[in-house]
């Protein structure tokens, strides 16, 4: 369905009289014709006010002329809404992803003292109740022949809206960091989350729920826990060309009976902060700080590690 706004100024609309029309001074009407034509609520809405101030005994059909354009609006918005909608349900699997590709260089403090170099990639699909994220991330440093650093982040997570503001999720991740003395660490988690704030400008929510982590360490210890998930996600546009990013997920783990460990505990927490300037459409610049805490480390090894980046990041 296409509508041609014009059609609202050129042609008499539902509720108006013809008469009452044809009162409206010329000028006065080229005006709102012409503020109709840009499509812009706001300026019409300021055009139409300042035309009924000048020609009160025509107040009733510039009011009429108004309505026309606010109905017409409606019915654009709700085709297009029954188009978007009916384009997620056709969709294929494959279809509809969006993402953002990074690259730039890092600087990490704690196991190790090092410069490197990053990389990172997001997917994010959203469907009408369902919505998919995607990511992963690696810091790699190699120095005369040996590795420096090297550490990977992936994860996957599934949600589905309850209503506007409560959703239930899932979560997969997997991460290693050799210089922490980590192998290989996977964890399954999925629970609920809120969303606290929702607008244009300035995004958070919060999610929590049970998880269950499995731990290989660099000297040989496998190590499987039952563990809690708590997770915090903001995203603020502080300009339109300027966003403030904070993420955060902590794990606070109990000792399991898969392990028969009693009264063990151990919290790992990894931080996330970050500022995105745009720079084109789709090219924007990252500085972020990382830190990742692990309460429990191998003998040797510190508690906190802590990566600052800085990086080129492209949408696709």
Known sequence: MRLLLPLVAAAPLAGMSVPATAAIPDPVRAMIDAAIETGDPKAVATVIDLAKKTNPNEVDAIEEIHAGFRRQRAEMAKAKKADELAAIRSAGLFERWKGKGEIGGS????????????????????????????????DFQRVAGRTRREKFFADYEPRYDLREDLFAFGLAQYERDRLQGTAARYALSGGIGYK???TDTMDLSIKAGPALRLTRTTDGVSDTRIAGLFGLDFDWQVLERLKFTQDLNAV??????????????????????????KVTERLSTRLSYALDYD?????????????TRFSFVYGF
């Not at 600087?107 to 003292?113: E, H, K, L, P, Y």
């Open 196 to 198: 606290v704030v929702d």
């Open 252 to 277: 606070a783990e109990t000792g399991g009976a898969a392990l028969l460990v009693i009264d063990s505990q151990s919290t790992t927490l990894r931080l996330v902060s970050g500022i995105e300037a």
């Open 107 to 138: 600087r990490a403090t704690g196991n190790s003292d090092t410069l490197g170099l990053t990389g990172a990639i997001s997917l994010n699909r959203k469907g009408i109740d369902w919505s998919h994220r995607l990511s992963a991330r690696a």
């Open 295 to 307: 309460s429990n480390p191998l003998p040797g090894k510190t508690t906190t590690d802590t990566v």
